[in-house]
């Protein structure tokens, strides 16, 4: 499994409740340039409508070649494939006050395009702090395993 996208800040600002693998629809250029690695998630986020689940705001950057006149394609909703049980159960725990869901990760899964999307539930601020010295930490530790060798 190669990660082609993962967004970070939704690892920093969420914590994870449950996690799904989805497909996507996409189109012929969109495949290619993301197999390429020119994809962002950075403000993407997870919308629902009609029951089904859209990933909206990722950018994909335009492969050389495409000629595209249109910049909202770059930013359009894409589908996400997901089974109905799961589509179900993502939806009773967004209704929770305080859990919504965000894309984690995009990646490739026997050639074709994944992403993982997360039920997720906001960090309180100490939370974050919290999480910021554990990083520190570990960083640390391996800057002195490194000068110890």
Known sequence: MKTLARNKKALFNYELLDQ?????????WEVKSIKGGNI????SFIAVEN??????????S??????ITDES????????LLNTK????????RNTTG???????????????KVNIALVRGKKKYDKRESLKEKDVKRQIQSDLKNYK
């Open 20 to 28: 799904y693998e989805a497909g996507i629809v996409l189109q012929g």
């Open 40 to 43: 962002s998630l950075k403000e």
């Open 51 to 60: 029951e089904e689940l859209y990933l909206v705001n990722a950018h994909v």
């Open 62 to 67: 335009i492969w050389p070649g495409v000629k």
């Open 73 to 80: 394609m770059f930013t359009r909703p894409r589908k996400l």
């Open 86 to 93: 799961e589509i179900a159960k993502l939806l009773r725990g």
């Open 99 to 113: 859990n919504t869901i965000v894309p984690i990760d995009m990646h490739l899964s026997r050639g074709k395009v």
